[in-house]
T-cell receptor
Framework: DAGVIQSPRHEVTEMGQEVTLRCKPI?????LFWYRQTMMRGLELLIY????????DSGMPEDRFSAKMPNASFSTLKIQPSEPRDSAVYFC???????????FGNGTRLTVT | AQRVTQPEKLLSVFKGAPVELKCNYS??????LFWYVQYSRQRLQLLLR??SRESIKGFTADLNKGETSFHLKKPFAQEEDSAMYYC???????????FGSGTRLLVRP
């Protein structure tokens, strides 16, 4: 198993542009999480899904952020329009059950100029 | 409010010295605590969880409900232990895992 796969690894974009981050969870994992990592705030939970259904999106910063999970093997996190303060590393993680250990992807480093 | 606090951003020790990475939590429910580690150029991965009560790579952590702490300890640090360490709290009330801000451990030769 290749583990959780995220793409792209790096994204550099200009303020105002749309950004889409992608994630493929581990097969058989029913839970998928999106986290954001910054120096100031550490790892913040943005949203998580259970069986493709968004369960808690209270961590999503604002309406510019949206996430979807159209099927069990794919999820996207979209930022539209992007702003410089969105610059961070975005991690996707999956787990078999709600409280089983998380398996993280390599992350996407986003830079918004 | 639920919170995980790691007071040290950076901890630097010499090889062979004891290490203690501090973690305190605030949660009114029944806590389940984890330590995750991120080595250079590697993914964030689980190091240990309190319910398994096992030692991984020489690290141990004991949940102290009285002090609401889950400090990570190792008696003799190795250079390969240099990494970013995150303490995490699983909240059964909301089915969420929240992380502390992390501590970077640097083990010097």
């Amino acid at each position: 198993d290749a583990g959780v796969i995220q793409s792209p690894r790096h994204e550099v974009t200009e303020m105002g542009q749309e950004v889409t981050l992608r994630c493929k969870p581990i097969s058989g994992h029913d839970y998928l999480f999106w986290y954001r990592q910054t120096m100031m705030r550490g790892l913040e939970l943005l949203i998580y899904f259970n069986n493709n259904v968004p369960i808690d999106d209270s961590g999503m910063p604002e309406d510019r952020f949206s996430a979807k999970m159209p099927n069990a093997s794919f999820s996207t996190l979209k930022i539209q329009p992007s702003e410089p303060r969105d610059s961070a590393v975005y991690f996707c993680a999956s787990s078999r059950t709600a409280n089983s250990p998380l398996h993280f992807g390599n992350g996407t480093r986003l830079t918004v100029t | 409010a639920q919170r995980v606090t790691q007071p040290e951003k950076l901890l630097s020790v010499f090889k062979g010295a004891p290490v203690e990475l501090k973690c305190n939590y605030s949660y009114s429910g029944s806590p389940e605590l984890f330590w995750y580690v991120q080595y250079s150029r590697q993914r964030l991965q689980l190091l240990l969880r309190h319910i398994s009560r096992e030692s991984i790579k020489g690290f141990t952590a004991d949940l102290n409900k009285g002090e609401t702490s889950f400090h990570l300890k190792k008696p003799f640090a190795q250079e390969e232990d240099s990494a970013m360490y995150y303490c995490a709290l699983w909240m059964d009330s909301s089915y969420k895992l929240i992380f502390g801000s992390g501590t970077r451990l640097l083990v010097r030769p």
